[in-house]
């Protein structure tokens, strides 16, 4: 079945770095484009990044633009989201997403935690 395994979720300092990575497993994952989502505290979930499936293509929120970066690699399946610059408001659960057919598949969520 579909599984979607975040990691490098952490406390940090504002101003400095994380990078996140979700391992996915029981699909083809060089066929889809694969999302990061956030989630803060009292929010909604809300998109933070896309890359589609070759990697060719990359969008990101406003919020995070210039300072996130997505990526990929299809030989690990696992894509990543490094995370520059970080900013108290960048505290959140981040989730790895995939939308394959009509179904939403989430992972579990890694904790971002920015603060001094």
């Known amino acids: 079945q579909v599984q979607l395994v975040e990691s490098g979720g952490g406390l940090v300092q504002p101003g400095g770095s994380l990078r996140l990575s979700c391992a996915a497993s029981?699909?083809?994952?060089?066929?889809?484009?694969m999302n990061w989502y956030r989630q803060a505290p009292g929010k909604e979930r809300e998109l933070v990044a896309t890359?589609?499936?070759?990697?060719?293509?990359?969008n990101y929120a406003d919020s995070v633009k210039g300072r996130f970066t997505i990526s990929r690699d299809n030989r690990k399946n696992t894509v990543y989201l490094q995370m520059n610059s970080l900013k108290s408001e960048d505290t959140a659960v981040y989730y790895c997403?995939?939308?394959?057919?009509?179904?939403?598949?989430w992972g579990q969520g890694t904790q971002v935690t920015v603060s001094s």
């Open positions: 997403n995939a939308h394959i057919g009509v179904h939403a598949y």
């Open positions: 890359i589609t499936s070759a990697g060719v293509t990359r």
């Open positions: 029981g699909f083809t994952f060089s066929f889809y484009g």
